[in-house]
Each structure stands twice: as structure tokens, then as C-alpha cells.
């Protein structure tokens, strides 16, 4: 029967502890100081030392000539709390995670009022403190406030942030750490010849790596190691397949196949890890951790071996000549592979799978050059042309690797490249600011970098946008074709005075410099002219609004004579906008028969405001008792989503006569108009019929 290692050796003062020097010095020098607190808060992981730091504390404490902070060992107090003794009456270690509630904290306020049986101090070490409730914390809150001059308390646990903070606040908190691997190594190293054990090269840095910095895990390794051993020598191949780590045999040969670029010797290295039963994530963790320290032999040379401690000198000489091979830049690019491929790995269901597809990737990425990166960043972009036009937004630079060597080493070259660019890289130039008056074929081309612009103003709005396309711009005017009308009101829609239409005209302005007005419609509305402005009838003769020449009058249906009043009609003057343009929800229609200019369309510069204008009704003037001829009646035959085509402005106005009917005869109102219908709104404006809403006179308020 033997006593563990992390028993046995388990320090005795703190000039002993390792790793834990920020806990250590000052805890030494409050103690040559005599300025003890009255209770300490150790935190830490677990296995570095908190419990024993407290009994070390207590010792120094208690010592016959203490408080010191170098116990003598010898008295009573010093004995009892050794490694081997029985425990002290005035120290209590209590485990708080079987004594965490309001009583167990009652019957420990009971008995601290009791002066210590020998010792100077009666010290209570609550180990686990974070499981004590918040209810046992605060039954304890007052004791550990202003506890009796010889109560001392000591909490010691692994999550410091579950101690109530008004518990934290009344101790000083000494945190604990893992201890660093160079440590580690060398006190296992005097552990083994105090023990008398032999261990072959390689094995304490995988017992090293294993404990992962907790002392207390590591001596229960290398206690593992040694209890399994023949005639006490710790071989590396029962090392290796106890702790489960990848052999150094096998990740050489993987490491060879790499940088010979050996497919079947990878693929094979691979086989033999899953044949083994080994767990295809570890060797990944292996293979990581080999390449780390070829890219230190790499970048260190021969100071590789004050980084890489406990390495065998044969092993490092090996491990440069497999630097050597790579190069620096190709091991830094399959670390990241493996990386990549260890994050990837980590939850799969097919481990040995995400394994060969690593091995084909590094295989893959190794057939590429090291300089292809120098190679094709120049040929990501193209030489400025100076010569030539502006290009439009569309046509992508030349970026063909192939290129990049003639366009660097002679500017003749780069003529032919800016004639004929490749599509390989769809990177837009900058357009200029135009200083001219814009043209419809200016806004076209630069649409693709006014889209950019507006990604990176809004997402929102530049989804909306992305389908819409440009069809006119005439006078700041920009008219725009939509999917469906939906879209053109999300397109509308503005909230707090920002919307798309708003961060669309934001684009266009600082591409083009202008800021436009909108005239939006879908593809099912009769669209504008793809360009420019709509034509212009020509003036008459006096400068005022244009007009036509009066059709010839049809037959009547009864007696054959014209209709009276069908030259009258006729002869009413039509702007010509009002043919050429399209008539949406989000424009103004003019009334037939205005006078002057202000008979045009009018587009309004804030899209909601248009959208939500009560609609004006069409009405014609009446003549005499009868209406006119002209004046088409509503026709039920037709479809009322019919769309007519645009009615051209010299036309003369077609005249529908109804056969066996005559007009009916109708008492003339006061004002003398007359409303029409549906017929006539389609035929005079060449729309379709939406609605029919109210006329509301204007006020100060609307």
C-alpha cells in the first residue's frame, strides 16, 4: 500500500509551492509583517494549490514561533498539520458542499465564539465555498464582518463569482493559477530521481501536456505511469497509448508525406490512426501541435531548444530538417488548414471522414507555389486609363494573372487590356462627377455604382432598388420601372422622413451630383421612352398651348349630318404630355383643356406626399343641352385591366358613333360641367381606371 504522489509530496511552506509566486510573496510578507487579515479568499482551478496554501496559512498562524512566515516544523501545531498528521482542534476544514445551508452556518457561528483549545488562532477553512447558498452566505455575513479577534476564516474555491459579493468584499482575494509547463517539467523531473525512476526521452512533456498545468493532475499521471511500468522504467510507447496521445513515429511519417507530397504515405498514416482505435480529433491536436513547433524550430533555429523544453536534441535536429523542407509561409498555411479543420471536427458525427478531407486539402494547398500570392496581387488591379473615354460602370477591369506581367512591364501593353477587359473580377471604377447636364445614358451607366453607393447607406433600401431599372430622365426627372406595385410603395414608403426613395436620391447624388425627382410605375403601366425627355408638340402660332386640327366630323346615325357639337370638341386644346407620359398613382394628371405650361404633368419631390393627394376628377364642359358626340360612353364589353396603347398627341381624337341612339338630352346644371366616365379617362389620358374619389376643394390646411 503507497500514498499518492500528490500526497506525499504535497508542500509543506510556501517557499516549497510552485508556480504560485504572486500568492506566495505577499502572503510572506503580510505574515513578517503581522498584518494578517481576518479572512482570505483563495480562487483558482482546481489541483493548484488553494487547500493547501490555507493550510499552509494556518500553520504559519498557529507555529509556536510564529505567526512567521516560515513554519518550524517541530511544535505541536506545525506536526498536526503536516502532511502526515492527525488535524488540529483550532483548524477546521469543513467541505462546503455538504454544509452549505443557514444551519450548518448557525452551528458554525456557535462554535467560533469558543477561544481556541491551544493555539493562538481558531481558524475555519471552507473548502468548496462557492456551493454554500446565498442564504448560508448571508447567516455568515455578520461573523465574517467582525468575527472575534482569534476567528480567522479561509474560503477556498474554484468559481470565485458565485461567492456573494458581500462575502468577497470582507476577504482578501488571492487567485491562483495553472502552473507554466517549463515549471511543471522540472519539478516532475526532480520527482522522478527523488523517487528513483527511470523515464525514456519524450515521456514527462506529454505527462506535462496531459496534467495541463494543474500540479495535483500531473502528479496523478506520472503516478499512473510509474505504477505501470516494468522494473521502473517508463517506456514512451505505454506513455503514448495510456494517454492517448499520437506517436512520434506517426506524426513523422505524416509530416514526411506533407512535404514530400506523398498522397498514399498521408492517406496510409491516416489509415493506421483509425485502424488503432485512436480518436482521429486527438491526432488532429497532435498534428497541430507538431507543426507549432516546426514553425518555432523554423523561426528560432538553433534557440529551438531554450522554447521547446524537454525535447530530446536528436528529435529537435530532426523536427529543423522538416522546417527546412516546408519553408515558414507553406506551414504556416497548413496550420491554418488544420485549425480549421479541428473547429470543423468538433460535434461531427464522422470524424475520419473531416480527417482524409484535411489530408487532401494540405495535399492540395501544397501543390501550389509559395509565391502565387505575389504573383496574382498585382493582377487583381488594372493600370488607370488615361487616355480613353470614361468607361461605363459595367465593364470590369482586366484581372487575368496572365496579364498582370505585360501591364507591369511595359505601358504599351495596357492598351489592349482596357479594349478587351476580362470578366473575371467584377470590380466597378469610380465614375467622375459629372459637371454637364446629365443625360439619361450618363444615369444608366453609372446605375451599378449608384447601387453600391446605396448598399452601403442602407441594406434595406437597396434590396428595393435592385429591382428597379431606369427607363427615362428628363429634367431632374428620373422615372423608374418596378416588378409589381407593391414594390413601388415599399419603394414610397418613408418613415421620419427617411426611406428608400430618400437614401436612393442620396446615392444618386453623390455619384452624379444632381438630385433627381421621382416618377415610379410597374412593368404592367405603359412605360416612357427608354431615354431622354418626352417629345414636344409644337407651340402655335401665338406662343400659347399647342393644339390640333379638329377630325372630320362622322355622319350622323339618324339624318347623316355632323354632330353640333362634335367641332367643338374637337377643337379643345390636349397638351402633349399628356399622351407622352405615363400617368401613375404618384403623379398629377392634367385637367383637359388647361392653359399654359401649368397644363403638364407635375412630379412631386417627396413621394408620399403625392401618394397620399385626394385624386382630381376629369370632367369636360357641357355645350347646349346635348353632350357632346365626342364624349365616348363607357364600354362594358371591354376588360376593365385592358391597357390601351399611348395615345399619340397629333392624333385626331377618334369619335365613337352608337348606332340607332341619339344622345341623351339633359337639363344643364349650375357651373355647366358634366362628369364623364371610365371610357373617357382610358381614351383622353390613356390610363387605366383606378378609382373614383371625391373631389375636395383646397384649403390653407391641405
Not at 451607366?445 to 428595393?464: G, H, K, N, Q, Y
Not at 377630325?551 to 386644346?573: L, Y
Request: contains cysteine; charged residues 20%; proline residues 11%.
Amino acid at each position: 500500500m503507497t500514498t499518492a504522489l500528490y500526497r506525499r509530496y504535497r508542500p509543506e511552506t510556501f517557499g516549497e509551492m510552485i508556480g504560485q509566486s504572486q500568492v506566495t510573496d505577499p502572503l510572506m510578507t503580510a505574515l513578517r509583517g503581522d498584518r494578517v487579515g481576518h479572512a482570505y479568499l483563495f480562487s483558482g482551478p482546481r489541483g493548484c494549490g488553494k487547500t493547501t496554501s490555507a493550510r499552509i496559512l494556518a500553520r504559519c498562524l498557529n507555529c509556536a514561533q510564529g505567526p512567521t512566515d516560515t513554519p518550524c516544523g517541530t511544535c505541536d501545531s506545525c506536526v498536526e498539520l503536516s502532511r502526515g498528521g492527525g488535524g488540529s482542534l483550532d483548524v477546521v476544514e469543513i467541505d462546503a458542499a455538504s454544509h452549505n445551508g443557514v444551519d450548518d452556518a448557525r452551528d458554525l457561528r456557535e462554535r467560533a465564539v469558543f477561544a481556541p483549545a491551544r493555539d493562538r488562532f481558531k481558524i475555519f477553512i471552507l473548502d468548496e465555498a462557492h456551493m454554500v447558498t446565498a442564504q448560508g452566505f448571508n447567516a455568515l455575513l455578520k461573523l465574517v464582518e467582525e468575527p472575534p479577534a482569534h476567528v480567522k476564516f479561509i474560503f477556498a474555491t474554484t468559481e470565485p463569482e458565485k461567492v456573494i459579493g458581500t462575502i468577497r468584499s470582507r476577504t482578501h482575494h488571492y487567485p491562483f493559477r495553472l502552473v507554466a509547463p517549463a515549471a511543471m517539467l522540472e519539478y516532475i523531473e526532480q520527482l522522478c530521481a527523488q523517487e528513483g525512476v527511470q523515464v525514456e526521452p519524450g515521456v514527462l512533456p506529454l505527462v506535462v501536456r496531459a496534467g495541463g498545468g494543474s500540479p495535483r493532475d500531473t502528479l496523478s499521471l506520472l503516478d499512473q505511469l510509474i505504477a505501470g511500468s516494468d522494473a521502473g522504467v517508463v517506456a514512451y510507447a505505454r506513455a503514448v497509448a495510456l494517454l492517448g496521445y499520437t506517436h512520434a513515429e506517426l506524426l513523422d511519417e505524416v509530416v514526411d508525406a506533407f512535404s514530400s507530397r506523398d498522397a498514399a504515405g498521408a492517406f496510409g498514416a491516416v489509415d493506421r490512426v483509425v485502424q488503432t482505435g485512436q480518436d482521429p480529433r486527438r491526432f488532429v491536436d497532435d498534428l497541430l501541435e507538431r507543426l507549432r513547433d516546426l514553425i518555432i524550430v523554423a523561426a528560432t533555429g538553433a534557440g529551438a531548444s531554450a522554447v521547446l523544453r524537454g525535447i530530446p536534441a536528436d528529435e529537435l535536429e530532426r523536427m529543423g530538417r522538416q522546417a527546412s523542407s516546408f519553408g515558414t509561409d507553406r506551414l504556416s498555411r497548413i496550420a491554418d488548414l488544420v485549425v480549421t479543420a479541428l473547429d470543423d471536427m468538433t460535434g461531427t458525427t464522422s470524424p475520419r471522414l473531416q480527417l482524409e478531407l484535411l489530408v487532401a486539402r494540405v495535399l492540395a494547398a501544397g501543390d501550389a507555389p509559395s509565391g502565387v500570392g505575389a504573383v496574382a496581387a498585382p493582377a487583381a488591379a488594372a493600370p488607370p486609363v488615361t487616355s480613353a473615354p470614361t468607361v461605363p460602370a459595367t465593364a470590369p477591369p482586366a484581372s487575368t494573372p496572365s496579364a498582370a506581367a505585360p501591364v507591369a512591364a511595359t505601358p504599351a501593353a495596357a492598351a489592349p487590356v482596357a479594349e478587351a477587359p476580362a470578366p473575371s473580377v467584377p470590380a466597378l471604377p469610380e465614375p467622375p462627377v459629372p459637371t454637364g447636364p446629365i443625360t439619361f445614358e450618363q444615369v444608366r451607366d453609372a446605375w451599378p455604382e449608384v447601387l453600391r453607393r446605396l448598399e452601403d447607406i442602407s441594406r434595406t433600401s437597396w434590396m428595393i432598388a435592385t429591382i428597379s431599372r431606369p427607363v427615362a430622365y428628363d429634367d431632374e426627372v428620373l422615372t423608374l420601372a418596378f416588378q409589381s406595385q407593391s414594390d413601388v410603395q415599399s419603394f414610397k414608403k418613408l418613415n421620419a422622413g427617411k426611406g428608400p426613395s430618400e437614401d436612393l436620391r442620396v446615392a444618386i447624388h453623390s455619384v452624379l451630383g444632381v438630385r433627381v425627382k421621382y416618377r415610379a410605375h410597374h412593368d404592367g403601366d405603359p412605360t416612357p421612352p427608354s431615354g431622354g425627355s418626352a417629345p414636344q408638340s409644337d407651340p402655335t402660332p401665338g406662343g400659347g398651348a399647342p393644339s390640333r386640327q379638329p377630325p372630320a366630323a362622322p355622319s350622323s346615325p339618324v339624318g347623316g349630318t355632323p354632330a353640333p357639337s362634335a367641332a367643338p370638341r374637337a377643337s379643345a386644346p390636349r397638351p402633349a404630355a399628356a399622351a407622352a407620359a405615363p400617368v401613375t398613382e404618384w403623379a398629377v394628371a392634367p385637367i383637359p383643356g388647361g392653359d399654359g405650361p401649368s397644363a403638364q404633368f407635375a412630379v412631386d419631390d417627396e413621394p408620399e406626399d403625392a401618394a397620399s393627394a385626394p385624386q382630381r376628377t376629369l370632367t369636360v364642359e357641357r355645350e347646349g343641352d346635348v353632350l357632346s358626340a365626342e364624349a365616348p360612353e363607357p364600354d362594358d364589353d371591354r376588360d376593365e385591366d385592358e391597357i390601351p396603347p399611348p395615345v399619340d398627341a397629333d392624333a385626331p381624337i377618334p369619335v365613337r358613333v352608337v348606332p340607332e341612339r341619339v344622345a341623351p338630352v339633359t337639363p344643364i346644371r349650375s357651373g355647366g360641367i358634366e362628369r364623364v366616365g371610365e371610357a373617357a379617362v382610358r381614351q383622353l389620358l390613356g390610363a387605366r381606371f383606378v378609382r373614383e374619389e371625391p373631389y375636395t376643394p383646397p384649403t390653407r390646411f391641405n
